[in-house]
């Protein structure tokens, strides 16, 4: 956050910076912000689904690495002659 008296008498904020782009730059609003309004439930269900797959492979891991499926059974070993 920029301090007060540099750039401008009030401290600048989200707020102020979206209205300045919507007023000042309509084409550049209309092209890339309103798109984001629209999406934004689409946006939510792929983090949601995102979050999941990486809490599922983040717990296999972990599993993986306690069970270890893939160690040697004990037992008496075979010569390799």
């Known amino acids: ?3 007060t008296g540099v750039l401008a008498t009030d401290p600048p904020n989200l707020q102020v910076v979206k209205d300045h782009i919507r007023d000042e ?3 550049l609003w209309e092209l890339i912000f309103d798109k984001f309004g629209e999406a934004g439930t689409d946006i939510g269900q792929a983090f949601i ?3 999941a797959v990486g809490m599922v492979s983040f717990i296999y891991g972990i599993l993986v690495c306690l ?3 893939y160690k040697h059974k004990d037992g008496p070993k075979e010569d390799q002659a």
């Open 49 to 51: 689904l995102f979050f």
């Open 1 to 3: 956050m920029l301090p």
């Open 25 to 27: 730059f309509p084409e």
């Open 67 to 69: 069970v270890r499926p």
